[in-house]
């Protein structure tokens, strides 16, 4: 077998954000500020660990050399970050394909789009939960009380109209509260122009306390199927993730914790958080796992080909952690579906 180059790295790359989204993977910012977590994995909005722009350089100028083929950078918000653009040209300079991860709202800069354009970006996944601008808005509120929907809309619409070969998709986090504007919502994005679009099961933890109103639960089944259905059979021209996607939503929202055979999970993807730490996926059972058993990784001690060789295909690990966590995990390592120009490795 040839020695491969196709990790994909979801990278949380900065932990500040311009909207306050109840349901955060993150955590919220007001709770963090009476008690920052400490347990392995936990994120926070608060900025106190993220790396700086040297050690980041650092880790990226040994990533051509790397089996990194595909890079999401993500947050917090990365595109209020000053510094974005020099790591997006450090990206593509390695020959590495980037899709940037945003709620949408920076790209009402004229500056901003630009430097996406100029710097190679491949694809732009905005978070959208619903065309309606009420529900879409009563769980994502905006840090400055006015920026929302329509602020998220109009840098949509702006990025649609300057792109040249830029993918523009929308990412839509499907609740028991967008649940029955889904279909709507994949409308609308075939209606702003956008490529692709991918729906993606709440993933909040039993104790969370919005879990009781949010989280799927297996009533809900009937009605996710048929928003699935709805949304596949239209035949309007987004790009969904492959046909298996709807099931695999079902089978995590039915069974909490599976056992997959040959899973992506640090064999085909890793996860970075913003202070450097590398783990195999996002999944909070997985990190833990991880924590318990084995020392933790860092682009800050490590080359990119260290931590993200060439190597030859391993067949992926048996996990049995499987979970909501996850399962929005699996466009990303089938970008190619969706995008088929974003292959990476140029």
Known sequence: MSLRRDVSLLWALRSPCNLGCTYCYF??????????????????????????????????????????????????????????????????????????????IPLNRGDTREMLRSTGVDAVSVSLDSADPEVNDSYRPARNRKDGWHSVVSGIRALIADRTAMSVGIYSVISRHTLATLPATAAFAAELGADYFVPQPISLAPDH??????????????????????????????????????????????????????CFGGDRLAFIEPDGSVWDCPSQYRIADTAARSAQRSIRTATAAELFPASRDSGGCDCPFYSRDCVSMWPL????????????VR
């Open 209 to 262: 306390p919005l879990h009781p109103e949010l989280s799927l639960r297996e009533e809900d089944i009937p009605a996710v199927t048929a928003a699935l259905d709805a949304i596949y059979t239209t035949g309007h021209s987004l790009a969904l993730p492959e046909q298996r996607y709807p099931g695999q939503i079902v089978s995590t929202v039915r069974t909490h914790l599976q056992t997959v055979l040959g």
């Open 333 to 344: 390592v089938d970008f190619a579906h969706l995008v088929p120009t974003a292959g990476g």
């Open 27 to 104: 955590g919220t910012l007001e709770d963090h500020r009476v008690g920052a977590p400490t347990q392995p994995g936990q994120l926070s909005h608060l900025p106190y660990g993220d790396l700086n722009l040297a050690d980041i350089s650092r880790f990226l100028d040994t990533a051509a050399d790397s089996g990194i083929a595909r890079v999401f950078l993500a947050g917090g918000e990365p595109l209020i970050w000053p510094a974005i653009s020099t790591v997006l040209e450090a990206l593509h300079q390695a020959g590495i394909a980037v899709t940037v991860c945003t709620n949408g």
